[in-house]
């Protein structure tokens, strides 16, 4: 069994090899000790949490502030590091940061300053995306990566396992609205708690058929998950996949294997 990815003690790390991304450093504005996410993925790398909130205020102390970042970033690319892409990720979601617009347009003017013409890019659950500010960040990423695991509100219930007061309608709508200017990336699992029901995929073709992303990419788990109701699906049965929802919805939808 492969283990999960420890906790991440830093603000900045890498770069480190991805597959999608190529060589990465990975940005991560939430807390150092511990996951703080607005959802519970059943699948986490991280491993699960007794710290699920769309309202981060009592964790507030926890996280490092956005100018604590931008210097970190700054010796980071002082010292002339190799990268493709530079990438807001990290412990959990990282738009719950509350300063996180200081630290898009902060990250913009040192790639800008050091001449670093990266990919710049965001990875997230799209929990956010009811609030303005965030929606009206998208155009500051060169590439902007939007989580959707489901086609209907019980399956996010139950493997994404959300904040109570996320509502999965209005998610779909705000990532509706954004269209061809995100990339969605769906994890599909088999087992009881699983995604792949033939009804399931049905649903989240129509649904991602109705939000018009420029790419879906579909990926699986790469480890086991004792006791999770959920088991890894075969690259093959992904690529198969892929080739039915690309005919279905006349989308680009590209399977990239294990995630990672």
């Not at 929606?135 to 695991?149: N, P, T």
């Not at 995604?195 to 992303?213: A, E, F, H, V, Y």
């Not at 959920?230 to 939808?253: C, D, S, W």
Request: proline letters at 6%; a positive charge; one cysteine or more.
């Amino acid at each position: 069994m492969m283990e999960r990815i420890p906790i991440l003690k830093g603000c900045i790390w890498g770069p480190m090899e991805s597959p999608r991304l190529g060589k990465t450093v990975w940005v991560n504005p939430l807390p150092v000790g511990y996951k703080l996410c607005s959802f519970n993925c059943l699948y986490c790398r991280l491993g699960a949490s007794d710290t699920v909130a769309a309202d981060i205020t009592p964790y507030l102390r926890d996280l490092p502030s956005a100018n604590k970042i931008l210097t970190e970033l700054e010796r980071t690319l002082k010292r002339g590091a190799d990268f493709d892409t530079l990438a807001l990720s990290g412990n959990g979601e990282p738009t719950l940061h509350p300063d996180f617009p200081k630290l898009v347009y902060g990250t913009r003017r040192l790639l800008k300053q050091y001449k670093q013409d990266k990919t710049f890019a965001l990875l997230s659950n799209s929990s956010t995306l009811v609030r303005r500010e965030i929606r009206e960040l998208v155009g500051e990423f060169d590439l902007s990566i939007f989580k959707l695991d489901a086609g209907r509100s019980e399956i996010f219930q139950r493997v994404n396992r959300p904040d109570p007061g996320l509502v999965f309608e209005d998610m779909v709508e705000e990532l509706r609205k954004l269209g061809s200017r995100i990339h969605l990336q769906t994890v599909f699992v088999v087992g009881p708690r699983g995604n792949m029901d033939s009804n399931d995929i049905k649903l989240w073709m129509r649904t991602i058929m109705g939000i018009k992303p420029k790419v879906v990419e579909i990926y699986s788990i790469n480890r086991e998950y004792p006791g999770m109701g959920i088991e890894m699906v075969p690259l093959v049965i992904l690529e198969e996949l892929a080739r039915k929802a690309q005919r279905n919805t006349g989308l680009e939808v590209v399977a990239y294997g294990n995630w990672k």
